[in-house]
């Protein structure tokens, strides 16, 4: 398993820019698909993090074949950014579903990633770079 570290927590909460990240699946046959999201990014602990599904059809439906997920993660300012790789589950009730549904009430579910490998998106000589 892949660990957050105090300066990826940092960034996920205030050094993105956009707020928007984007999740990636692939259906059964390898079809991939990506999806922008925005309104709940959550760390659970350090090996864990989640996002709202609003309006995720694609995404939901390949998750229940295929669990890999991948969370791209950057600032275009400062060409910063994370790639956070790992197993989804999607959870419909409890405490990260009504947090979610307070920033967003129209999140019914929210996908927990468990990460297995974390990489850096920074522009350069280390992009790429695995880093958990």
Do not use: C, W
Not at 27 to 51: C, Q, R, W
Not at 64 to 91: L, M, R
Not at 103 to 115: D, G, I, M, R, W
């Amino acid at each position: 398993m892949a660990k957050l570290t105090a300066e990826m927590k940092t960034f996920l909460a205030s050094g993105r820019d956009p707020v928007t990240v984007f999740v990636g699946t692939a259906a059964n046959d390898g079809m991939p698909n990506i999806s922008a999201k925005g309104t709940f990014i959550h760390v659970v602990d350090d090996e864990t993090l989640a996002y709202a599904d609003v309006y995720s059809l694609k995404t939901m439906e390949n998750l229940k074949h295929n669990p890999h997920v991948v969370i791209a993660v950057v600032n275009t300012k400062t060409y910063k950014g994370y790639q956070f790789k790992g197993i989804g589950e999607i959870v419909d009730k409890g405490g990260l579903v009504q947090e979610a549904q307070r920033q967003n009430p129209l999140a019914k579910t929210v996908t927990k990633v468990k990460l297995h490998s974390i990489y850096l998106m920074d522009y350069g000589p280390e992009a790429g770079k695995k880093v958990g």
